[in-house]
């Protein structure tokens, strides 16, 4: 089976940075994914990782670790757009994608 | 334009109806999948289909079935709506990257 955990909720000021953490728990890993996702709309991608390490895309970063079955999405320079859903998604050899719960990052002045 | 629409994008039915959920993509791509989201549960897939002769059961296939009639164009339908399917419903095609969504059809079932 899969099992996919993120926390439920963070909150971060303005100009700060955060870390969204992600654990997983897969009978076939074949990349990880992040998606951004604001209420009411479609998710929207914001980065992959199939071999450990950081991927970094302008003040989106990405990291896993797939011995210890993690990843962090790091969004560095918070604005206020930034708060919405984060996704982390893992896809399996069956090319099919298992999504977590989602975290809601709030973005405070 | 969109590179992957449904429609509609709201319905109300009544329990028991038929309902279809149509969604159509521009991208050429032989992968889509229907989701639906729920508050707290994330995305969770119903059924798949890797090209028109291809379709596969998702987690939570029960109640509902799919027809892929092009390899644009991939239909979900309910049989006999019932209140506990009123959710966010998601189209998305993929390549061997990303998942492209569509907007979401928002389902109410009264």
């Known amino acids: 089976g899969q099992n996919i955990d993120q926390p439920t909720e963070m909150t971060a000021t303005e100009g700060a940075i955060v870390q969204i953490n992600c654990t997983y728990q897969?009978?076939?890993?074949?990349?990880l994914f992040w998606y951004q996702q604001h209420a009411g709309e479609a998710p929207t991608f914001l980065s992959y990782?199939?071999?450990?390490g950081l991927e970094e895309k302008g003040r989106f970063s990405s990291f896993l670790s797939r011995s210890k079955g993690y990843s962090y999405l790091l969004l560095k320079e918070l604005q206020m757009k930034d708060s919405a859903s984060y996704l982390c998604?893992?896809?399996?050899?069956?090319?099919?994608?298992?999504f977590g719960p989602g975290t809601r990052l709030s973005v405070l002045p | 334009d969109a590179d992957v629409t449904q429609t509609p994008r709201n319905r109300i039915t009544k329990t028991g109806k038929r309902i279809m959920l149509e969604c159509s993509q521009t991208?050429?791509?032989?992968?889509m999948y229907w989701y639906r989201q729920d508050p707290g549960l994330g995305l969770r897939l119903i059924y798949y289909?890797?090209?028109?002769?291809?379709?596969n059961k998702g987690e939570i296939s029960d109640g509902y079935s799919v027809s892929r009639q092009a390899q644009a164009k991939f239909s979900l339908s309910l049989e006999s709506a019932i209140p506990n399917q009123t959710a966010l419903y998601f189209c998305?095609?993929?390549?061997?990257?990303?998942?492209?969504f569509g907007p979401g059809t928002r389902l109410t079932v009264t």
């Open positions: 897969t009978s076939g890993f074949n990349g």
């Open positions: 289909s890797f090209d028109v002769k291809d379709i």
């Open positions: 998305a095609t993929s390549d061997f990257t990303e998942q492209y």
């Open positions: 990782n199939v071999l450990d």
């Open positions: 998604a893992v896809r399996n050899y069956g090319q099919n994608f298992v």
């Open positions: 991208k050429g791509h032989d992968r």
